[in-house]
Protein backbone atom coordinates (compact mmCIF):
# COMPACT_ATOMS: atom_id res chain seq x y z
CA UNK A 1 0.00 0.00 0.00
CA UNK A 2 1.18 3.54 -1.13
CA UNK A 3 2.54 6.13 1.75
CA UNK A 4 -0.27 8.27 0.37
CA UNK A 5 -3.23 5.75 0.81
CA UNK A 6 -2.23 4.78 4.80
CA UNK A 7 -1.16 8.44 5.25
CA UNK A 8 -5.30 9.41 4.16
CA UNK A 9 -6.29 6.09 6.27
CA UNK A 10 -4.66 7.09 9.59
CA UNK A 11 -5.81 10.40 9.20
CA UNK A 12 -8.33 12.07 11.32
CA UNK A 13 -12.02 12.63 9.92
CA UNK A 14 -11.30 10.26 7.12
CA UNK A 15 -14.08 9.86 4.50
CA UNK A 16 -13.58 8.30 1.10
CA UNK A 17 -15.79 7.23 -1.81
CA UNK A 18 -15.42 3.99 -3.87
CA UNK A 19 -12.32 4.72 -6.15
CA UNK A 20 -12.05 5.66 -9.33
CA UNK A 21 -11.83 3.40 -13.04
CA UNK A 22 -8.64 3.13 -14.98
CA UNK A 23 -10.66 4.37 -17.51
CA UNK A 24 -12.48 7.21 -15.56
CA UNK A 25 -8.91 8.37 -14.25
CA UNK A 26 -7.89 8.20 -18.25
CA UNK A 27 -10.80 10.12 -19.59
CA UNK A 28 -9.68 12.85 -16.45
CA UNK A 29 -6.19 13.15 -17.98
CA UNK A 30 -7.41 13.42 -21.52
CA UNK A 31 -9.87 16.01 -20.48
CA UNK A 32 -6.85 18.31 -18.94
CA UNK A 33 -4.29 17.58 -21.14
CA UNK A 34 -2.10 16.03 -18.76
CA UNK A 35 -1.23 12.86 -17.03
CA UNK A 36 -1.66 12.85 -12.94
CA UNK A 37 1.42 12.03 -10.82
CA UNK A 38 1.65 8.29 -9.56
CA UNK A 39 0.68 9.00 -6.45
CA UNK A 40 -2.46 11.02 -7.48
CA UNK A 41 -3.84 8.12 -9.60
CA UNK A 42 -3.39 5.89 -6.27
CA UNK A 43 -5.39 7.91 -4.88
CA UNK A 44 -7.70 7.89 -7.19
CA UNK A 45 -7.58 4.58 -7.62
CA UNK A 46 -8.34 3.98 -4.02
CA UNK A 47 -11.00 6.64 -2.66
CA UNK A 48 -12.19 8.33 -5.78
CA UNK A 49 -12.19 11.46 -3.56
CA UNK A 50 -11.74 11.68 0.04
CA UNK A 51 -11.38 14.50 2.66
CA UNK A 52 -9.11 13.83 5.94
CA UNK A 53 -6.77 16.19 8.69
CA UNK A 54 -8.97 18.96 7.32
CA UNK A 55 -8.62 18.73 3.70
CA UNK A 56 -10.76 17.94 1.51
CA UNK A 57 -9.23 16.70 -1.69
CA UNK A 58 -10.58 16.84 -5.30
CA UNK A 59 -11.16 13.34 -7.47
CA UNK A 60 -13.06 11.47 -9.58
CA UNK A 61 -16.40 12.05 -8.65
CA UNK A 62 -20.39 13.30 -9.33
CA UNK A 63 -20.35 16.45 -7.44
CA UNK A 64 -18.84 19.36 -9.66
CA UNK A 65 -17.50 21.28 -6.63
CA UNK A 66 -14.94 18.11 -5.62
CA UNK A 67 -14.20 16.73 -9.71
CA UNK A 68 -11.30 17.45 -10.24
CA UNK A 69 -11.67 18.45 -14.34
CA UNK A 70 -14.32 21.04 -13.12
CA UNK A 71 -12.58 22.05 -10.86
CA UNK A 72 -9.39 22.40 -12.45
CA UNK A 73 -11.01 23.70 -15.54
CA UNK A 74 -12.38 26.39 -13.12
CA UNK A 75 -9.04 27.08 -11.61
CA UNK A 76 -7.40 28.06 -14.89
CA UNK A 77 -9.50 30.39 -15.91
CA UNK A 78 -8.23 32.47 -12.79
CA UNK A 79 -4.64 31.59 -12.01
CA UNK A 80 -1.32 31.12 -14.42
CA UNK A 81 -0.25 27.99 -14.07
CA UNK A 82 1.56 24.94 -16.22
CA UNK A 83 -0.64 22.93 -18.52
CA UNK A 84 0.89 20.05 -16.17
CA UNK A 85 -1.01 21.22 -12.87
CA UNK A 86 -4.35 19.92 -11.91
CA UNK A 87 -6.03 21.32 -8.23
CA UNK A 88 -6.09 18.72 -5.43
CA UNK A 89 -7.36 21.21 -3.19
CA UNK A 90 -9.60 24.89 -3.24
CA UNK A 91 -9.21 26.02 0.32
CA UNK A 92 -11.95 28.05 0.23
CA UNK A 93 -9.74 30.86 2.09
CA UNK A 94 -8.41 33.93 0.29
CA UNK A 95 -8.82 31.95 -2.54
CA UNK A 96 -5.88 29.73 -1.91
CA UNK A 97 -5.29 26.67 -4.53
CA UNK A 98 -3.68 23.59 -4.04
CA UNK A 99 -2.01 22.13 -7.25
CA UNK A 100 -0.15 19.27 -8.02
CA UNK A 101 2.37 18.95 -11.01
CA UNK A 102 2.48 15.67 -12.93
CA UNK A 103 5.86 15.33 -11.57
CA UNK A 104 4.22 15.10 -8.10
CA UNK A 105 5.22 18.80 -6.56
CA UNK A 106 3.17 20.55 -4.23
CA UNK A 107 2.10 24.07 -5.14
CA UNK A 108 -0.19 26.93 -3.89
CA UNK A 109 -1.88 29.87 -5.56
CA UNK A 110 -3.59 33.19 -3.99
CA UNK A 111 -5.24 35.29 -6.05
CA UNK A 112 -2.39 37.86 -8.32
CA UNK A 113 0.41 36.13 -6.38
CA UNK A 114 2.79 33.98 -7.85
CA UNK A 115 2.72 30.37 -7.59
CA UNK A 116 4.91 28.87 -4.00
CA UNK A 117 6.03 25.31 -3.62
CA UNK A 118 5.00 23.38 -1.13
CA UNK A 119 6.49 20.19 -0.76
CA UNK A 120 7.61 17.42 -3.08
CA UNK A 121 4.15 15.22 -2.72
CA UNK A 122 0.45 15.02 -1.64
CA UNK A 123 1.58 12.44 1.24
CA UNK A 124 4.26 15.54 2.13
CA UNK A 125 1.51 18.15 1.86
CA UNK A 126 -0.61 15.98 4.60
CA UNK A 127 2.28 16.70 7.21
CA UNK A 128 1.78 21.00 6.84
Same mark, same amino acid.
Given at each position: ? &?????? =???????????????? +??????? *? =?????? @????????????? *????? /??????? *????? !?? @??????? #? +???? %?? @???? !?? #??????? !????? &?????? #??? %???? %??? =????? &? /?? =? @??
Amino acid at each position: M &SNIITR =LKESAGFVSLSGATYE +QIERAEN *S =LGLKFS @DEYREYLTAFGVA *SAAGH /EFTGICA *SSRLN !VV @DVTELER #Q +QNIV %PN @DWYV !VE #QANIDGI !VIWQA &STGEVY #QTI %PNGL %PIK =LCDSL &S /EY =L @DM
